[in-house]
């Protein structure tokens, strides 16, 4: 790694570092067993906002459970509680009340350190915009997250990815000379280049047309039935909806059904 390079490096660990994203390494208490096939599960979980005099209920009462391997839909409108369900899953917010269970570990049984770990190793985010690196190449940004964790970059894995997600010609690029689509596929193969059980998705092809959209959440849906992987994601693109095993409405911080499919009308 050159300088500029390994300052870039240093930066974006400062900036993960500040969100919580990079701690030292910790291990997870033993014998906590994972819970057979169910992956995800929430009980009574609740995220409530003031605001003023106000509370605003971004979750209210979630009961909900993922198979592991499932690739479920999460749909409903702007303002329901998606995006937060997402981040209580994802470790990167806390409850109001309720818990959240993932791989058999209860999320707010985690320290501060405990959590970073674990969302670095078991979970791999997708966002709307792409959040790459603009200084790294493509090979560098996708392996970021395993050099930062201090882990072994299992680079046959590393290759299979690329060329699953039609990326091998575009490993020396920087992240400014692909577009939305090769981007987005790239922030698919950062996160799943670590093997996390679960990847969650938060509207990945937000910001792609249709037929780039279709390509990015095909792909996804290969890698993730290729490598064994979890999948949850939100869309307002009811077609993508469409590639779940599941779909699930939540509707002013309520999931409107459980366990069983929910056909988009
Ligand atoms: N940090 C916060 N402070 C106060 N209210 C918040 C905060 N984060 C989210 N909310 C509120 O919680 C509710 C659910 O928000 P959330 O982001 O989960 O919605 P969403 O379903 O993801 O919407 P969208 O489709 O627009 O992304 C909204 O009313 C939102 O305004
Ligand atoms: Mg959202």
Not at 40 to 69: H, I, M, P, S
Not at 121 to 140: A, M, S, T
Not at 207 to 230: C, E, I, P, Y
Not at 239 to 262: F, H, M, N, P
Request: hydrophobic share 40%; net charge positive; glycine share 8%.
């Amino acid at each position: 790694m050159n300088c500029d390079r390994f300052v870039i490096f240093i930066q974006y660990a400062c900036v993960m570092k500040e969100k919580g994203m990079v701690n030292k390494l910790c291990c997870f208490r033993k014998g906590e067993q994972a819970m057979s096939g169910i992956i995800v599960r929430t009980q009574a979980l609740k995220k409530y906002y003031r605001l003023g005099e106000n509370t605003v209920k971004a979750l209210d009462g979630v009961d909900f459970e993922v198979r592991e391997r499932e690739f479920v839909a999460i749909i409903g409108k702007s303002g329901s509680g998606k995006s937060t369900l997402l981040h209580m899953i994802g470790g990167l917010d806390v409850p109001t009340e309720g818990e959240v269970y993932v791989d058999g570990r209860r999320l707010n049984k985690l320290d501060r350190n405990q959590l970073a770990v674990f969302r670095r190793r078991k979970i791999g985010f997708v966002f709307q915009n792409y959040n790459l690196v603009p200084d790294l190449n493509i090979y560098e940004n996708v392996v970021l997250p395993i050099e930062l964790d201090g882990g072994r970059i299992d680079r046959g894995f590393v290759d299979e990815l690329f060329s699953l997600l039609k990326l091998t010609e575009k490993k020396e690029a920087l992240p400014g000379m692909l577009s939305g689509g090769q981007q987005q596929r790239a922030a698919i193969a950062r996160a799943i280049a670590y093997k996390p059980a679960i990847v969650l998705a938060d509207e990945p092809t937000g910001n792609l047309d249709t037929a780039a959209s279709h390509d990015v959440m095909g792909l996804l849906k290969t890698a993730a039935v290729q490598f064994g992987q979890t999948v949850l994601l939100i869309t307002h693109d009811q077609d993508i909806a469409q590639l779940a095993d599941r779909i699930v409405r939540i509707e002013d911080g309520r999931l409107l059904k459980r366990r069983d499919s929910y056909a988009v009308e």
